[in-house]
């Protein structure tokens, strides 16, 4: 599951992760930028594991059954979004199951308190919010702008 796909790099990356009869449930709401990602999905010859849903990816999830389907989940969408798109994402992850958000450091801006910017409070309430849930054991890498991992328990 990749919530937010931009021009695909990312999902040409989990898409060359997964077995041949894997697939991966790419969400974003853009056209304009989805039909590049779908130029290099060709291009990477990953197009076939790969099915596209434009619209809302909080619509998308909330769609599917919920019950443990994903084994990876990749989030990097609207900041503001990410608590919405975890708590639609975790009850549909399977045990031992990988969720890896990007951006969790937001260029450092997450600790600087006169910061107000909306994309900001939206890191800040999305990592708040993973401490304190207990269905997962997690980790802020401080590499890039900060990528968390965590697994379902």
Not at 8 to 30: E, F, K, N, Q, V
Request: proline share 6%; glycine share 10%.
């Amino acid at each position: 599951m990749e919530v937010g796909t931009f021009t695909g790099y990312s999902s040409i990356c989990l898409a060359r992760g997964i077995p041949a009869d894997g697939t991966l449930l790419a969400c974003d709401i853009s056209e304009e930028w989805t039909a590049l990602a779908r130029r290099y999905w060709e291009r990477a010859e990953v197009a076939d594991r790969i099915t596209l849903k434009l619209g809302p990816a909080l619509d998308t999830l909330r769609a599917l059954p919920r019950e443990p389907m994903f084994d990876v989940a990749f989030l990097d969408a609207d900041k503001p979004g990410y608590v919405g798109y975890w708590e639609e994402l975790v009850p549909r992850m399977r045990p031992g199951g990988l969720l890896l958000a990007d951006n969790t450091l937001s260029h450092g801006r997450v600790v600087d308190p006169g910061n107000t910017d909306a994309s900001v409070q939206g890191i800040r309430d999305f990592n708040d919010h993973l401490v304190a849930d207990d269905r997962v054991s997690q980790v802020l890498l401080p590499i890039g702008d900060g990528l968390t991992l965590a697994r379902k328990r």
